[in-house]
């Protein structure tokens, strides 16, 4: 029999020790505490790299190609967000300026056209350009041009969706999305699609990414801001053209 007085264990047959001892764990008991530790610590790591990694991304319109990434280097290299600039006369194949600064006259408006154009020319696909057609609401006359014979007879075709658009881009072709203003007095809109791992997400909200001369030059943006100035353009009044590039 044992009666605890005070902190101490006093056995009927008058032996005493410490209750205080006897209550510390064992030795077995100490290491199932530390695996349940490390246990806990492993998880709480493993979480916090989870929540830190990124979503899975997968694009919605096949991997970027060779000829995909070629037309990536010649985009790159346009410096559109420097060149083709609003409210300058510009040389349409370069971007520079051509007027002096002072310069008043027609043609200072948003360059979307001419620069679509001069990268057609650096690829080698003709579309509608100077001198065939002045820069001034080129891009409502390039717009009718692609859907002509004409257009057809320079290799390019229609085709049906954002999706086929941004395949086609990410497969090596020049891509062009284009909208027609019902005002012919009032400027059309043009960009060329860019190659890019474009989530399904993405593609459904935004579009194609683009890279475009305008209001605002992009050298990656979506189609939705980059049309977003053209009231009824995006995303049911514009219209996507394909060309097969050269290998």
């Known amino acids: ?5 005070l902190g101490r264990v006093e056995c009927e047959d008058g032996d005493t020790h410490d209750a205080e001892h006897d209550s510390q764990p064992s030795g077995h008991q100490h290491s199932h505490a530390r695996l349940i530790i490390a246990l806990a610590v492993t ?13 899975p991304h997968t694009s919605c319109c096949g991997p970027i190609s060779a000829a995909g990434h070629k037309l990536l280097d010649v985009l790159d290299a ?43 020319k650096r690829v080698g696909v003709y579309m509608l350009r100077p001198p065939e057609h002045g820069q001034i609401l080129l891009a409502n006359a390039q717009a009718e041009w692609f859907h002509s014979p004409a257009g057809r007879q320079n290799g390019w075709r229609e085709i049906d969706s954002a999706k086929e658009a941004q395949t086609l881009a990410n497969a090596g072709n020049l891509v062009t999305i ?35 001369a305008g ?12 049309f977003e100035h053209h009231a009824g353009a995006w995303p049911n009044g514009v219209r996507y053209y394909a060309h097969a590039l050269g290998k």
């Open 1 to 5: 029999m044992f009666r605890k007085r």
């Open 43 to 55: 998880f709480a790591i493993g979480i916090a790299k989870v929540s830190a990694d990124p979503e």
């Open 78 to 120: 346009t410096n559109v967000e420097s060149l083709w600039l609003d409210h300058e006369h510009v040389n349409w194949e370069t971007g520079a300026p051509d007027k002096d600064s002072d310069y008043e006259g027609p043609g200072k408006a948003t360059h979307c056209s001419v620069f679509a154009a001069a990268v057609g």
């Open 178 to 212: 284009v909208y027609e203003n019902p005002d012919a007095h009032k400027p059309g809109h043009i960009a060329i699609v860019r190659p890019a791992a474009r989530s399904e997400r993405l593609l459904d909200e935004n579009g194609p990414e683009i890279t475009q």
């Open 215 to 226: 209001e605002k030059n992009y050298v990656k943006t979506s189609a939705k801001v980059g």
